[in-house]
């Protein structure tokens, strides 16, 4: 049976494909229409996952869409009438998208797709979150919690997943939610709404949560972590561009942080206020799991939403809180919705059997040696390839040694936002100036964004806080943010937070067996089986999917090595070649490569 599952219309577009419990295929749009957080249909994206499959259209049995958009619009609607006048610009807008697109989504899907109408199912956002979690954990039967801003009302669930279905048993509803809250402190802080929460997590190392209690007078917590907002200090249930009341503010002692000044300078002040947000969502998920541990009696969590990007507040649930084990889909946000929807429909309502748990995260396209090798020819890339896989192993972990920035492009690319060691930059850790490097000359990005670990599942222990480490499948998904060991920070400048912590990836070398033979032997060169890994793009672009998109985001940085599986591209490749760029031009919904 084939379900193809598909998420869009909101940010991080997605299709994904399930065939009889196994999920073959899934990537985001934006991979491959070079569109940052495409919300588009994700017509490239279904392409590559039908083709993956072996599959047309046809094939498929159910397409499955991850919310209800009509219940999504009773909420607008309702929303939007409850604050009149004050939301007459966002309903004006808003409907003027709904009319012209959203409304109709289900006849442009069978149009787009040319399915019959009976092949269409919709299933609700919180379901879909809970759906990519819990049937694809490695659990038979797991307590679920799903955290994000909103979903068509939901912005919280709480349930149980036992074997093929999943009860939904408690709900928090729009406009009181946890994931708004983190985002109005992101607006606050100076970043940019579902692109910059990251970057709030990563700065709050460099603060003190002096600001808690003065959060908590804005909202209320019960105990079983259910909040309330004071909405006379928000504007995002009301407004088309404001997040925040002018009364936020005022409470707080400041205005906004200008978003000009956001990514040149580190404000004690906003520091401190991002430690403090980061606290107060730890405090509130810790009474959500608490109570949810309580009613459940289960020893499992499966999480889910964009909260669980969270990947600080979801290593201290699994070390402080009461369940014994924790799983997190690696794409836990909208993106990984698609997933939750395919399965949910195969499993949920079909009732077919349990497939096997997701341990791999390499869900996306790959390019053979001889499509990387005519692309270098086509454009006289000069190059060389080590075809030895030992030697070249060999090579690239002494160019890390040597103090190389390199650009890793190998195997299928990652599913969700974490660059796992298919498309990555990597570089040596033990060299504290590697992170000032990265964020200056390669990323063009803020100077106090952190770099994450990635560490042999063997070593994992010896250099961070997580005995066991191979049990704990977040890690394997750059969702957790462990204590670097205090002995071993020395070793890992580079990597190591402000508070002594690292966002590490646990490499298997059945999982990704070239990546790990890199690892592996950096370590044996250096006693530090550790390297320092970010994602392969620049500020601002998606990472990257072929060939083209990788020699372009090396010719534009100052990386010193491009490593396409085994072929090797030097730095002065970007001068021999210095008049050519691989520029990608959109025409409809097609992308064609250009050289100018």
Excluded at 168 to 194: D, M, V
Excluded at 272 to 278: H, K
Excluded at 409 to 434: Q, T
Aim: aromatic content about 12%; proline content about 5%; hydrophobic content about 40%.
């Amino acid at each position: 049976m084939n379900v193809l599952g598909l998420s869009f219309f909101y940010h991080d577009s997605s299709a994904a494909l399930v065939q009889d419990g196994v999920l073959i295929a899934a990537a985001e749009e934006e991979r491959f229409s070079r569109r940052k957080h495409d919300s588009g249909f994700p017509g490239l994206a279904i392409e590559f996952v039908l083709q993956r499959g072996g599959i047309t259209i046809d094939d498929v049995d159910f397409v499955v869409f991850y919310e209800k958009p009509f219940v999504k619009l009773e909420r607008m609607l309702l929303t939007a009438m409850s604050t009149f006048p004050r939301s007459s610009a966002v309903f004006r807008e808003s409907m003027q998208r709904w009319i012209s697109g959203k409304l109709w989504i289900k006849s442009m899907m069978l149009k787009e797709m040319g399915i019959p109408s009976s092949k269409l199912l919709f299933a609700d956002h919180h379901m879909s979150h809970a759906a990519s979690s819990f049937f694809t954990s490695h659990f038979r039967e797991s307590a679920i919690l799903t955290v994000d801003g909103a979903g068509e009302w939901s912005t919280a669930t709480m349930g149980v997943g036992r074997d093929n279905k999943i009860e939904i048993t408690k709900e928090l509803r729009f406009p009181h939610s946890l994931g708004l809250l983190y985002s109005a402190f992101t607006a606050y802080c100076g970043f940019e709404i579902n692109e910059g929460e990251y970057k709030l997590m990563g700065m709050h190392p460099y603060g003190k949560p002096r600001f808690v209690d003065e959060i908590y007078k804005i909202i209320h917590v019960a105990d079983d972590g259910s909040l309330w907002h004071d909405l006379k200090y928000f504007a995002y249930h009301y407004s088309r561009d404001q997040t925040l009341e002018k009364a936020f503010g005022e409470h707080f002692g400041r205005p906004a942080r200008d978003p000009k000044l956001s990514d040149k300078t580190l404000d004690p002040y906003y520091c401190d206020m991002a430690a403090s947000i980061q606290v107060v969502t730890e405090q509130i998920l810790m009474k959500m799991i608490t109570h949810l541990h309580k009613t459940t009696g289960m020893k499992n969590l499966c999480l889910a939403g964009g909260v669980a990007l969270n990947s600080v507040a979801n290593y201290k649930l699994l070390r402080e809180g009461p369940f014994d084990d924790i799983y997190v889909h690696p794409a836990p946000g909208d993106d990984g919705g698609c997933v939750g929807a395919a399965y949910w429909a195969y499993n949920h309502v079909l009732s077919q059997p349990r497939g096997p748990a997701l341990a791999n995260p390499y869900l996306g396209s790959e390019y053979t040696d001889e499509q990387i090798e005519t692309f270098l020819k086509k454009y006289d890339i000069p190059y060389e390839r080590i075809a030895d896989d030992k030697q070249f192993y060999e090579f690239a972990a002494q160019k890390l040694v040597d103090g190389a920035v390199c650009g890793w492009f190998r195997g299928r690319f990652e599913w969700g936002p974490r660059a796992l060691g298919a498309r990555s930059i990597i570089a040596d850790p033990r060299k504290p100036e590697m992170k000032e490097k990265l964020n200056a000359t390669i990323k063009f990005r803020e100077a106090f964004r952190p770099f994450a670990p990635s560490v042999t599942v063997e070593a994992a222990n010896d250099f961070f806080d997580i005995p066991d480490a191979a049990m704990h499948y977040p890690a394997r998904f750059m969702l957790y943010v462990a204590p670097v060991r205090p002995e071993r920070r020395k070793d890992l400048p580079a990597i190591t937070h402000e508070d002594g912590s690292g966002r590490l990836q646990t490499v298997f070398a059945d999982i990704s067996p070239a990546y790990h033979a890199l690892i592996k032997r950096f370590g044996e060169l250096t006693g530090v089986p550790v390297i320092m890994n970010t994602s392969f793009n620049l500020k601002g672009e998606p990472i990257v999917e072929d060939p083209s998109h990788a020699f372009n985001t090396f010719s534009l940085s100052g990386m010193d090595f491009l490593f396409l599986n085994n072929f090797v591209v030097r730095a002065d490749a970007k001068k021999k070649i210095a008049d050519t760029r691989f520029v990608l031009r959109h025409e409809g919904d097609s992308v064609t490569e250009m050289v100018s």
